[in-house]
């Protein structure tokens, strides 16, 4: 394995390492992991410094759930998750809804930026892997590479500027991109 660097991972939560079923994830008992979701974390949480979860939830602002009940359960799965040998560095979150004028949610780079000053990351080094073109636009934002995730074998890009670094079917796939990357540095 190549010597960590200060290398970092973004990972979105819905439809990268859970389902997106229900639309608004308010519990632990509503999580569902897909098969490949913590033999791929494993991987990741082993091979770089970094591991970072940054999801829009916008279901706070809408009244969906509460800002507690969501950290009440990124709480519960990062503890389920450690159990499992994964360390996650941190996880962020946005509350807000779509149209809101925040530089946190996604596509705008807010969360990337403030891992980058909390950490002291160099974001071009990082990769950003998302399920969606917002999550492709923040990591280009910063100059990250990025790679989308089919959505059932379907590519979920609506906007004509979205051009991930590579395209994968799930995450664990994309892991084998992230490895092979570092390796040749």
């Not at 509503?30 to 791929?40: E, G, L, R």
């Amino acid at each position: 394995m190549a010597e960590m660097d200060g290398r970092a991972v973004f990972l979105d939560r819905d439809g990268v390492i859970n389902t997106r079923y229900p639309p608004y994830i308010s519990d632990w008992d509503s999580i569902v992991f897909y098969p490949w979701t913590i033999p791929a974390l494993q991987q990741l949480s082993s091979s770089t410094d970094h591991l970072f979860l940054m999801t829009n939830q916008s279901g706070v602002e809408r009244g969906y759930f509460s800002e507690d009940q969501l950290q009440t359960l990124l709480g519960h799965m990062h503890n389920r998750l450690k159990q499992k040998g994964i360390r996650f560095t941190r996880l962020y979150y946005c509350p807000h809804s779509p149209g809101a004028e925040c530089g946190c949610r996604k596509p705008e780079p807010g969360m990337l930026r403030q891992a980058a000053k909390e950490h002291d990351l160099d974001l071009s080094k990082a990769w950003v892997v998302g399920d969606n073109d917002v999550d492709i636009q923040a990591g280009q934002a910063v100059g990250a590479k990025t790679i989308l995730l089919r959505i059932r074998g379907r590519l979920p890009v609506k906007e004509p500027n979205v051009r991930p670094t590579a395209v994968r079917d799930h995450l664990l796939s994309a892991v084998d991109v992230i490895l092979s990357d570092w390796e040749v540095r």
